[in-house]
C-alpha cells in the first residue's frame, strides 16, 4: 500500500522538475530566503525594493520562490556579477 500512496498523490507534483509558478510552502519567508541566501533581511529587504531579486507580492507580504531564487543566482554567476546585489 505504501507503494501505491506514493505514486499517486501531490508528492508527485512537488518532486516533479521546477515550474515558474510557486504554490503555498514552495514560497520562503523573508527570513528564510535571506538564511538560504546566507545576507541579512536588511540586504534582502533592499533588493527587493530596488528590484534586484524576484519577490512574489502577496497583500503586503513578500515570498521568495527558491526556484526563482536560484534561476537569479545562475544569471548572476553568468554574468560575472560575483556580488549578489550588482
Given at each position: 500500500m505504501?507503494?501505491?500512496?506514493?505514486?499517486?498523490?501531490?508528492w508527485?507534483?512537488?518532486?516533479?522538475?521546477?515550474?515558474?509558478?510557486?504554490?503555498?510552502?514552495?514560497?520562503?519567508?523573508?527570513?528564510?530566503?535571506?538564511?538560504?541566501?546566507?545576507?541579512?533581511?536588511r540586504?534582502?529587504?533592499?533588493?527587493?525594493?530596488?528590484?534586484?531579486?524576484?519577490?512574489?507580492?502577496?497583500?503586503?507580504?513578500?515570498?521568495?520562490?527558491?526556484?526563482?531564487?536560484?534561476?537569479?543566482?545562475?544569471?548572476?554567476?553568468?554574468?560575472?556579477?560575483?556580488?549578489?546585489?550588482?
Amino acid at each position: 500500500m505504501i507503494d501505491s500512496f506514493e505514486a499517486v498523490g501531490p508528492w508527485n507534483e512537488l518532486l516533479s522538475p521546477p515550474q515558474e509558478v510557486c504554490y503555498g510552502d514552495l514560497l520562503l519567508t523573508p527570513a528564510e530566503a535571506a538564511k538560504a541566501l546566507s545576507i541579512s533581511e536588511r540586504t534582502l529587504w533592499t533588493f527587493t525594493r530596488s528590484n534586484q531579486i524576484p519577490a512574489v507580492h502577496i497583500g503586503r507580504s513578500v515570498r521568495y520562490c527558491p526556484d526563482s531564487l536560484r534561476e537569479w543566482i545562475t544569471q548572476k554567476e553568468q554574468h560575472g556579477q560575483h556580488q549578489l546585489g550588482s
